[in-house]
């Protein structure tokens, strides 16, 4: 599977094309707001600070942040983050590489990652970038993150890599709407918590 930067360079006009899609589905009257639902559902409060991790043009972190929840949002792509700086004011997003940078803000009280994030992530890059995102966490705080398969992550080798970097795992799915993971599903949507640490 290529990551984002190769699909861009191979294709520079890709992100603008990607943003589009999304416009159109909206005209077209598609649900493009499933995963953020199920976000707003089990963040905290109504102000939680939410993290979007590989945020791209904002559709999941913009709707949370005109629900009232404080959202960063992060994403490798320049363009699609001036175009969730434009449709998001009510955000705050930041050009950042998961593998490579660490998160800009922390304390979140839930970090979401959605729309196939982790499969454009460079294999060497895999553990770094759920480091960074658990570290950004607070204790306590809950990862969600939903990919498909045949993305050259297997699901097994994600879930023990999301458990090495300290995550514990809640609950797997296999979609958003939360129908139960068997074998041979094709996507996996999992529930993670950063555990607090214990005091004496």
Excluded at 58 to 81: K, N
Excluded at 97 to 108: G, K, Q, T, V
Aim: charged share 25%; net charge negative.
């Amino acid at each position: 599977m290529p990551t984002w930067k190769e699909i861009t360079s191979a294709n520079p006009a890709h992100s603008q094309n990607y943003a589009q899609r999304w416009e159109n589905m909206i005209a077209q009257g598609h649900d493009i707001d499933g995963e953020a639902r199920l976000i707003d559902a089990i963040a905290p409060h109504r102000e939680s600070r939410i993290l979007d991790a590989g945020c791209g043009q904002g559709r999941l972190g913009g709707y949370l942040a005109q629900r009232g929840h404080q959202v960063v949002g992060t994403d490798i792509d320049e363009i699609l983050i001036g175009v969730a700086k434009e449709k998001y004011p009510e955000g705050t997003w930041y050009v950042g590489d998961l593998s490579a940078d660490p998160i800009a803000e922390n304390d979140f009280e839930v970090a979401v990652s959605a729309g196939n994030v982790m499969g454009f992530l460079d294999p060497a890059g895999r553990e770094p970038a759920l480091q960074h995102i658990y570290d950004a966490l607070a204790e306590d705080g809950r990862f969600i993150v939903g990919f498909g398969a045949g993305r050259g992550w297997g699901f097994d080798d994600f879930m023990d890599t999301a458990r090495r970097v300290g995550f514990t795992a809640e609950n797997v799915f296999e979609s958003w709407d939360l129908k139960p993971l068997e074998e041979g599903s094709q996507f996996l949507v999992a529930f993670f918590r950063k555990p607090a640490k214990l005091s004496f």
